[in-house]
């Protein structure tokens, strides 16, 4: 009987992720999502631990349960599209009340390529600012097989651009005009190399004999690898990872330093099973395509582990409802609206929301060499469940569907 009690326990123990009977706070705070009824089915398992690990367990798993407000510094966005005209004026606000920063992604059309350009898309950004809210747009260039390393460097230098983003050609949405050839910018990653530049990647190979959901697999051992060894001091960013190769490369290369990957609220939430659920589903569709539940579980470990290397990149990358529902619908999942609350979300399913403010608002700032956010900002448990809203109009009245969750929302942010 006591043997059929303890492998139920281990099996429990793997199931969740805990170890050891002594460490019952450790394991309950793992636990969140356990509720009394399950630890009630447990109870004939725990009989035979010790008292000490049942108050220990039931205090700390009650103590997860209920809490109900974080408090951390302001996040930032590692990675979002902001658009421009009337499609930057509504989703701008959007990203800008809740976050103190972001890496704005310079797919344009045309694509913002230089510095001189990056500087009027800066301009811009901050003129469609609604009054009153503070919000820093860190600039990117997008690089091609033509970038002039000096007036990248210079960018730089002035302060104007933060970093620059490899497309791979045709790899996604307006990315037609991307590298060809990683060896056609050896003199731009050199540069970048020496001045500290991170190089942001967008990480699928495009070749179309490799099937869409291997895509960032292969660009690990095809570009990622041999990149890291031609240039081993550039700073890389991985950009919305979406596979367990990703994370196990980002895992173990990331403790060398100088390669970090962001992840993106929908990576953690849907697989590829939301795109077909009852008929295709445009809404849910964007680059690196969803993959296999196997893959969002890895991604869900990766991001509440707290650990440096990963951080918040929402990749919130909005299209008109009439460019989504098409034929040949556009890839990018607008996620600006709710994202917080939605991480919030994965982070307390997970049990480890005391791992958020890391991956929200320190991991990234300790990348870029850059100061965390000095203000706070405040997440609350929401009492009655709230639904996410459904479009936002711009004011030419053109219609964009943010990302629905299938469950309501939680969590929401306290105003700044
Ligand atoms: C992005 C877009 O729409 O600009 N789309 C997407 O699916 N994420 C481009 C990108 O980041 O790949
Ligand atoms: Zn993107």
Redesign the pocket.
């Given at each position: 009987m006591l043997k059929h009690h303890l492998l139920a326990w281990e099996q429990f123990e793997r199931s969740w992720g805990c170890s050891g009977l002594n460490n019952g706070h450790e394991a309950s705070l793992n636990l969140a999502r356990v509720d009394v009824c399950t630890y009630n089915q447990l109870s004939s398992v725990l009989r035979y631990a010790d008292l000490a690990f049942h108050l220990n367990f039931l205090a700390a798993l009650m103590s997860a349960k209920s809490i109900k407000k974080l408090t951390i510094p302001q996040p930032d966005d590692w990675?979002v599209?902001l658009r421009d005209g009337a499609m930057l004026a509504a989703v701008l606000p959007y990203t800008a009340r809740h976050f103190a920063r972001a890496i704005v992604?310079p797919?344009l059309q045309p694509p913002v390529t230089t510095t001189a350009r990056a500087e009027v898309y800066r301009d811009q950004i901050l003129a469609a600012l609604p009054e009153g809210i503070k919000f820093s747009p860190l600039m990117t260039i997008y690089l091609t097989d033509t970038t002039d390393p000096h007036d990248l460097s210079r960018g730089h230098e002035l302060g104007i651009v933060t970093a620059a983003k490899l497309?791979p050609a045709h790899?996604?949405?307006?990315?037609e005009h991307g590298v060809r050839d990683v060896k056609n910018i050896q003199s731009v990653l050199e540069k970048m190399q020496r001045m500290g530049m991170p190089l942001l990647v967008?990480g699928e190979v495009t070749d179309p004999d490799v099937d869409v959901f291997d895509r960032e697999a292969v660009f690990i051992d095809k570009i990622l690898k041999p990149l890291r060894k031609d240039y081993p001091e550039l700073k890389i960013v991985f950009?919305?990872i979406t596979t367990s190769e990703a994370v196990d490369y980002v895992s173990s290369e990331g403790k060398k330093g100088g390669l970090a990957a962001t992840i993106t609220a929908h990576h953690l939430l849907i697989n590829r099973n939301a795109m077909f659920k009852g008929g295709i589903r445009p809404h849910y569709?964007?680059?690196?395509v969803a993959k296999r539940e196997r893959h969002r579980q890895a991604l869900i470990m990766a991001a509440t582990s707290g650990a440096k290397m990963y951080f918040l990149g929402t990749?919130s990358?909005?299209?008109f409802r009439q460019a989504k529902e098409s034929a040949c619908g556009?890839?990018?999942?607008f996620t600006a609206p709710s994202a917080l609350a939605l991480y919030a979300q994965v982070f307390e399913d997970a049990g480890s929301l005391s791992n958020f403010e890391a991956f929200a608002s320190r991991n990234g700032p300790s990348f870029y060499g850059l100061p965390v956010n000095e203000k706070l900002l405040e997440l609350m448990k929401i009492d009655h469940l709230k639904d996410d809203i459904n479009s936002i109009l711009t004011e030419n009245r053109q219609e964009i569907v943010p990302y629905r969750n299938s469950a309501p929302l939680r969590w929401c942010v306290a105003e700044v």
């Open positions: 990675h599209h992604m797919n497309y790899a996604t949405t307006n990315a967008h950009e919305h569709y964007c680059l690196p990749d990358a909005p299209h556009c890839a990018g999942i």
